[in-house]
């Protein structure tokens, strides 16, 4: 999420948890293991029922975000939003090595900690939900208020997220500035109820589609002939997504997150072939990437 100070993006990133389904029983039991071999987890806790919201601070080091310790390297942040959210707030803020250690578990939703001869493969499948300003003062774009940046200060502080990092990102959404009305307006509980409902719905679809799948539970694993065989596309769509990977210049990683992504849209329309539609809300969702990074 890209926009400037008083958006509300830390507020929309906190309320992602209680919009996902709730965990199954085998989700939980995942997550309370981790928490237990972390020494997180309180003796009255039992088995943790609510999905993960983790959220660290950006002077987060190394072995805080990817595991460590001694003796037996320990989950970090990544291990602990296992099944949930990991939430980075200034996003361009955090150390470029630390965030370039989330390449790889984005991608294999599991990470390897060998320390002292000692290997420990510990789960990291999480969303990854991040926020940034536009710029290092906040404001370029803003209604309000003029930015004081210069355009080298603007492209430093872009250039801290590398290309193969943001890659891996999905969605890109720019969130503006909230008017008065909306700040002190009636808070929209039955709006977050009916996204809720749609969501849940949705993921329902995927599991079904799925259930003989091993291990595979959502339209973010897929991959291989599984997402030929699941991201069906009418003439019109296939199409649009030919042009759009030659125009873009997208990455082979880049067209299989667009294919997940419309694959996605399509289930919360409730349909089963992708249209030039959801192929479009997809690339769009995409297209903020060039703005951003190297």
Not at 55 to 75: D, E, F, L, R
Not at 229 to 239: E, G, Q, S, V, Y
Request: hydrophobic fraction near 40%.
């Amino acid at each position: 999420m890209v926009g400037p100070p008083g958006a509300g993006k830390s507020l929309l990133a906190r309320c992602l948890p209680d919009l996902l389904p709730p965990m199954t029983l085998e989700e939980a039991l995942d997550v309370t293991k981790i928490y237990s071999s972390a020494g997180l987890l309180e003796a009255e806790t039992g088995i943790i029922r609510r999905r993960p919201f983790r959220a660290p601070h950006q002077t987060i080091s190394y072995a805080g975000m990817v595991g460590g310790g001694h003796g037996v390297p320990g989950p970090g942040e990544i291990s602990l939003a296992h099944h949930g959210v990991l939430f980075l707030d200034e996003l361009p803020e955090f150390d470029r090595r630390v965030l370039e250690t989330l390449r790889q578990p984005l991608e294999e939703r599991t990470i390897l900690l060998a320390r002292a001869g000692l290997s420990v493969r510990y789960p990291a499948s999480f969303m990854l939900v991040a926020a940034m300003n536009p710029c290092p003062c906040g404001y370029l774009g803003d209604p309000v208020q003029s930015c004081r940046c210069t355009l080298q200060e603007i492209h430093r502080y872009r250039r801290r997220l590398s290309g193969p990092f943001l890659d891996r990102i999905d969605l890109f959404i720019e969130v503006p500035r909230l008017a008065a009305d909306e700040l002190l307006g009636a808070r929209g509980a039955s709006a977050s109820l009916d996204v809720r409902s749609r969501v849940a719905e949705a993921r329902m679809r995927q599991w079904e589609r799925l259930r003989d799948e091993a291990a595979v539970f959502s339209n973010a694993q897929l991959d291989g002939a599984l997402l030929d065989d699941c991201c069906i596309l009418n003439d019109d769509a296939r199409l649009l997504l030919k042009r759009a990977v030659g125009r873009l210049g997208l990455s082979a990683r880049a067209h299989v997150r667009i294919l997940r992504v419309a694959r996605t849209i399509a289930d919360l329309d409730g349909a089963e072939t992708l249209t030039a539609g959801h192929i479009a809300e997809a690339v769009h969702f995409r297209s903020g990437a060039e703005s951003i990074g190297d």
